[in-house]
Each structure stands twice: as structure tokens, then as C-alpha cells.
């Protein structure tokens, strides 16, 4: 035993040599691959990414340290084509026999596709990266440009290669010497328009460029980006980035620069001569709307002029003139700017009413000062009508399969101010059965809602609130209805919702949603189902009834299929229960407490709910589009309900009920407040890698009419965007061990990470590792083991940790993450990787990233 032990270290050793010799077996004689690059200066090892991402030549790519991409490459043929046709060849016969076993055409076809799956397997992998001189002196020359853009104008560079003839491997070291670094010493400046020089004197304070600093190629195009962004913001209609130059003088002037700036008049040539034009700050001396641009009407049906603007359609659209105004921040008589070229953009799309506008200048020939502007805006309708349509398969822990369907018509511009009225339905048809059991129906359970949700693009309330919320800000108002209902799901419940809100952008990447009202009503239709469908509960109280089996009604009872006593649900269960609360049965202090804790959780999951509340969100984000992948995101949100109805309970006269609560329509009302908190940052590591991080916290606390939280309203963990380790619902709360079928509570937290890396291609990878839990705090829960006590119960903080795969699809991404429960609380005995295996994990299929 001990020799085939030591034999192991020699197998490892003999592998690894084998793995890295491989990767070089494809090679010519006189090729080497290029494994690592380091970069010195001045003696010191650089490690700067920048820098790195000058070098031209790159080494192989790595997963965990293992060229995978480079190992797949060389399982392609270099000459497929005619490897098949000398192994056709090999054999005297093999040709004639191929030819009788299938045809001569087929033949052909098989050679296509051996060469087709080799090329796919080249594309799918990466070839390796060999030494190559060109691109070494090509590295060379970007080096010395990098620091010559950052002031260092004397580099020495060079470089040494390091060859092992063994593994036919190499290393490049390159050698920089920057010498000294170039000062600005003075600026002067050069501003031919009188315009363009008044608003610089304005602006330059917060140049980058500045005396005393050192040069920077990309301080002084930052610069010009500033110059430029400022100047067409403030009038000068026709200035061009191209208009700014910089001179430097660094002749005898030992390391210091000399700076001279030039802002030059724009050219144009009139016959045989080049026209100097100094630059003027613009005025909007007309706005003109085509509301209905087509491109082909030219007769004009109606107009309407106002102080701001004309506007104009060929009779096929009935909009309101001055509703259309407000979209349009291209005001008559205004200085001419960029950003309302912008806004104006940006608000007609997102109103849904208009395709993207075309917006066109031209100066006004009826203004002897050149200064004038007019502003041609043509928009196009989209169709009054739009539908859509789409259908998806889906499995959960409720359904073992389902089939899905989504659907929606919109109108645009019902009321003629720019509204859109959007009617939604979705059904889902499933199976909650075992399907090996052929005497079960398939399709079992059904679900299907309605939602009526009416837009405005503007906020809607008894008095203006624009100097609050102005129109650069986006603003909408939403008010919707909705419609569920299920069948054999669950307590088959019925939802009816009502919401009315806002929401704005105070600034470019902020956002906030303000709902007034939003009122949801479920109404559980089959509360005799509850021991059907929590499981845990019923195993509960039919061990009670088990060791209390002579107390018994035996009606209450029925033979299972082992042989067993069991309760009947729902006759035997509630029997039972009603026996209890009658002091019927004499049952154990703590049989009691369990009996007790399943009534009161039997009585707040299966009790109708209504919710009327409003809450606010706060959004912002850093992250410019979706390629962006180096950003940050804060999103806030709180919650209260039940605030109003408490305060005229009695001058409504509601009804009370024996423990001082109120009711409406017959239904006690939620009263609560919630918090959440989702912050979410990604670290680009570059060459398609990520690091992606999560932190989660929530809250939601009960008071006044109300002494728990409604479920729609509650916290869960697990799940293929949570605690991958966990199913949906099966956390917590706390080191209980998920003893509920369904199990939720008031307080959460979460924590996540995800290394993401490219495999090949459009497939994706990534590792992760989540934390977090659910408890119960301040609320009617007693069970310490559920509930959040203090900082110390940060030890019941569940941990996975796992794998995935993640396939882009360009516009959505198909993910598939296997989670392992690394560290379980509520697990007997060890806790640490007790079920770490693959029989034990989890899979969570999801649409795009988790976070």
C-alpha cells in the first residue's frame, strides 16, 4: 500500500509533464510557445495592466492555470481535407468499398463535414500563441508610444527571449528605460472667435492640462471632449472637436514644455477662395414639428402655431399639439444646445408613440446676424396597434411540468396625449403528478390572469408639480388592474391588484418610482387543501395524533398503504385540531407547542389578505450600456401598509374583532412596514472575466392592525437567483432546517460572488459562492432556533458554493447553475460539507445572470 502511494506523486508528476508538452506537440521545429511576458523598468517588475495591454503578442488564455482553449485547438487536424483523403487511400479497397456501402456523393459530403467539425473545433479553441518577432518589435513600439503619451519622450526600450529547447517554450522580457518625464512649464493661448474665447475663459480652470503637471496624451483629449461638449452646449452650433489643436515647444528646454493652445475659426470655401468664420453663439428662431412624417405626404392638412413651436400634419395623426410640445426641449428663441437635442431624442422613444426622430437645422435665411436657427423635427407614428406573443416550459417545486403562454395588444395614443393602453394575459397549463403514473391526468393544474396597465408621459395629480418633477426628467404616470386565479395549485388562490404610480429620473443614471396606491387581494378558494400542500405540517400533527391514538375520534382515521393510522384531510385534520383547542385531548407541554405553532401558521397562510400600501424606490447605477461590465448599482426601497385604514377605522366604522384587529369587506388588513437594500458591483478583469458581488438585506415588521406578514410580502431563500445550494423556499428560517414545506419569514439577508470567465465561444462559465438566510423578528414567532436574536446568530448564515454554465444568446442569456450546500446550520452533527456531492445538488436553471 505504501509503494502504490508512493508511486502516486511520479503518476501526477508524469501527467502534468505529459499535459505540458502537449500543448507544443503541433509546432514546427523551429517554433516556440510563448508562455509568459514580463515587462521591467529600470530594474523593477511592472505590474500594471495597462501596460500589458499594449504588448501585441498575448500568451494562451488559462482556466484555473490550464490552457483549455489552446488543448482544444490541437485536437484539430491541421490539413483535414487531406488527412481523409489519404486515409479513403490508406487501403487498396476502402475507397470501392465506401462507394458500394454509401455513394460517391455521400463520400464528398463526408469529407465536408470532417473539415467542417475541424474548423469548428480551431473557432471553438485558440491557436497557440507562438513566438513571433514582428509582433515582439511591434510590442516595442506601443511600449514607447504608451509612455511617450505620458510624458516620458526619451525611452529606451529593448528586449531578451528566453528560450527552453526541452519543453519548446519561451519568456519575453521587455526593457524600458523611461528617462526623464516632461513638464508643462507655461500655456498660451490662441482663440481666434470672440465667442468661443469668452466661453473658454469660463471654463478653463477645470481643465485637465494644467502648468506644473506632467504630459498626458489622454488629459489633453479630455480636454478637447470638455471644450468641445461645453462650446455646443452653449450656442456655437458648428464648433467641431477637430477646431482644437495643442502646440508644445520642447526644444532646449530641459524637460519642460512650453503649451500653447489654438482654437481656430471654421473654414469654408467660396469659389477660389478659403473663408475665415468666426464662431457665434446660435439662437432657435423656429421649432417646426411634422407630427406625422412619412416621407411621402407633402400637402399639409393642419397646423398649429404657439409661442414655442409650429406644429404640422398631413392628417394622419390626431395628437395633442400641446402634449406634443412638452416632449420637444428645443425651445423658440433659446440658445442652441447638444443636450436638448438629446433630451428630445431620448423622450419621443421611450413614450412609445413615435419611431426615432429625425432632428434637422438649418440656418434661418431671414436673419441678417447669422446667429438664427431653425429646428425641423419629423416624426413618424408607430401602428396604432401592436400585439405580441410567446411561450415557454417551465418546472418548479409546485409543478413537475408546465407549459406557458404570454400574450398583449397596445394601443397608442388613446386620449390623444401620447398614452398607451397595454391589455396582457398569461395562462400556464401543468402537471403536479408523478409522470410515471399513467392513471394521473397530465395536465392537472391551471393558472391564468389579466392585467389592463394605462401610461402617461406625464405625472397626473390635482396640482402641478413641475417645479419638482420637471419634464427633463422622464416622467410617467402608471395606473394598472390585474387579474389571477389558479386551480389544483396550492390554495388555489385569486389575486386582484390595483396600483397607481410614478416615476421619474432626476438624473441620468437615477432613477425613483413613487406608487400612491397599491392595493393586492388574495382570496385562498380551497383552504381545505392546506394539509395537502404542507406536507411538513400534516406529518406534524399526524405524529400527534399517532402518540395520542386512544384519545382519537376513530373517524378521524384511515388505513394508508403501510398499514398506518393517518388523519383525513380535511375531516380528521380539522377534527383534530378543533378536539385540541376544545381541551378535548390532553396532550404533552410540548406536543402543545407544536399543535399550537401549526394552527397559528395554518391560520396566516391560509387567511385572505389585503394589502393596501405605497412604497418608494431609489435606483442608480453607474453602468453606462449592457457591455459594460466595471460598474456599480444601489437600489433602495421601502414599503408601508395599512397606515391609512388604521387611522379611520373608527370613523368608517370598520369591523373589530375580538382581539382589538380591523376588518374590511370581511378581511383583517396588513399593516407593516419593509425595507430592502441591493447593492451590486462587477470588477472587469478583462479577456471576457468578471467578478461579480451581491449583498441583500431586508426587512418587513408588523404593527398595529397586524402581527405577522402576509406571504405575498414575506422573504424566502434558495433558488436559482439566491442561495443556489437551496431550492425556492426549502432556507431557514434559521437553523431550523427548513421544517415547513414552504418556509419564509420577515428578515433576510444575502450575500453573493461569481467569477465569470469565457470558455469557447458563446458558452460561458462561472464559480460562485452565496451566503444568507431568512428569520423571523418581531413578530409572533417564538421559536429561537427561527428567529434573529443578535449579531451572534450570523452563524446560522447558510453557505453554497458551485458551478455553472451560461450560454449568450445575444440579446438573453440561458444559465444553468449547480449549487452544493457547503455549510448547512440547521444540519445534524457536521455542518461543513456534510452533502457536498453530486447526489446532493442542486440544479437552478434561470433567463440572464443572476446579478
Known sequence: ????????????????????????????????????????????????KELYRQLSLKTNSKLLGYPLKLHIYNLAQAEPETN????????????????????????????????NTNNLIKKTGEPPSVLDDTKIENSLKRLKSWYWNHGWFN??????????????????????????????????????????????QLIKKNNKVKVGKPYNTQEFNADRD??????????????????????????????????????????????????????????????????DYDGLSSQVKDSVNSQNANVYNFGNLKINPKVLEDFIFIKKDSIYTDIDRSRTNNRISETRIFKYPNILYQEDPRDTTGVGLIANIMLTPKERFSTSFSVDVSQSNIQQFGVGFNTSILSRNIFRGAETLELSGRGNFGSSRDLGNTQD?????????????????????????????QNTMSPFTTASLG????????????????????????????????????????????????????????????????????????????????????????????GLINAIV???????????????????????????????????????????????????????????????????????????????????????FSQYVKTELNYIKHWDLGNQQVIATRAYGGIAIPYGNANSIPFPRSFFGGGPNDNRGWRPYDLGPGRTNAVNDFNEANFK???????????????NSALFIDAGNIWNVFDNVEDTDATFDGLEDLADLSIASGFGLRYDIDFFVIRMDLGFKTYNPGSEGSKWFKDYNFSNVVFNFGINYPF
Open 749 to 763: 439577508l444575502s450575500f453573493n460572488a461569481e467569477y465569470r470567465f469565457n470558455l469557447f465561444g458563446s458558452l
Open 226 to 291: 470638455y471644450i468641445t461638449n461645453y462650446f455646443r452646449n452653449h450656442g456655437l452650433y458648428h464648433f467641431e472637436k477637430e477646431f482644437i489643436s495643442y502646440y508644445a515647444d520642447t526644444l532646449n528646454t530641459n524637460q519642460k514644455i512650453s503649451l500653447e493652445l489654438n482654437i481656430l475659426n471654421r473654414t469654408k470655401t467660396a469659389e477660389d477662395s478659403i473663408q475665415s468664420i468666426p464662431f457665434k453663439v446660435h439662437r432657435i428662431s423656429e421649432v417646426n414639428i411634422i407630427a
Open 1 to 48: 500500500m505504501k509503494y502504490e502511494f508512493a508511486k502516486l506523486p511520479l503518476i501526477l508528476i508524469t501527467l502534468l509533464l505529459f499535459l505540458s508538452c502537449d500543448v507544443t506537440r503541433k509546432l514546427k521545429s523551429n517554433e516556440f510557445l510563448m508562455t509568459k511576458q514580463t515587462i521591467i523598468s529600470q530594474d523593477t517588475l511592472v505590474t500594471s
Open 483 to 574: 387579474y389571477s386565479t389558479q386551480q389544483n395549485i396550492g390554495l388555489d388562490r385569486r389575486n386582484l391588484n390595483a396600483t397607481f404610480g410614478y416615476r421619474w429620473k432626476p438624473k441620468d443614471r437615477t432613477s425613483f418610482q413613487f406608487d400612491l396606491m397599491n392595493i393586492q387581494f388574495v382570496n385562498n378558494l380551497n383552504e381545505d387543501n392546506y394539509f395537502n400542500v404542507f406536507r411538513n405540517s400534516y406529518t406534524e400533527l399526524n405524529q400527534v395524533s399517532r402518540n395520542n391514538i386512544t384519545q382519537i375520534n376513530p373517524d378521524f382515521l384511515f388505513e394508508n398503504n403501510d398499514g398506518d393510522l393517518s388523519l383525513i384531510i380535511p375531516n380528521g385534520t380539522d
Open 582 to 668: 376544545n381541551d378535548e385531548i390532553n396532550l404533552s407541554p410540548e406536543e402543545q407547542e407544536t399543535v399550537n405553532s401549526l394552527i397559528e401558521r395554518r391560520e396566516r397562510l391560509t387567511e385572505n389578505n389585503l394589502i393596501v400600501a405605497s412604497n418608494f424606490t431609489y435606483d442608480y447605477s453607474t453602468r453606462r450600456d449592457i457591455y459594460d461590465e466595471d460598474f456599480s448599482q444601489l437600489r433602495a426601497k421601502i414599503e408601508w401598509a395599512g397606515n391609512l385604514l388604521s387611522l379611520f377605522s373608527n370613523p368608517l366604522g370598520l369591523e373589530e374583532t375580538a382581539s382589538g384587529n380591523y376588518r374590511l369587506f370581511g378581511v383583517q
Open 84 to 115: 481523409f483523403i489519404n486515409w479513403v487511400e490508406k487501403k487498396e479497397k476502402r475507397a470501392d468499398r465506401l462507394e458500394a456501402l454509401i455513394s460517391k456523393r455521400q463520400i464528398i459530403q463526408l469529407k465536408k463535414s470532417w473539415v
Open 441 to 469: 391526468q397530465f395536465l392537472d393544474i391551471l393558472e391564468y390572469g389579466l392585467d389592463l396597465r394605462l401610461n402617461f408621459p406625464r405625472i397626473i395629480f390635482p396640482f402641478s408639480v413641475k417645479p419638482i418633477i
Open 155 to 200: 525611452t529606451e526600450t529593448d528586449y531578451e527571449i528566453l528560450r527552453d529547447s526541452l519543453t519548446k517554450t519561451a519568456e519575453v522580457r521587455y526593457k524600458i528605460k523611461p528617462g526623464k518625464l516632461y513638464l508643462i512649464d507655461s500655456i498660451t493661448e490662441n482663440i481666434e472667435s470672440k465667442a468661443a474665447d469668452s466661453l473658454y
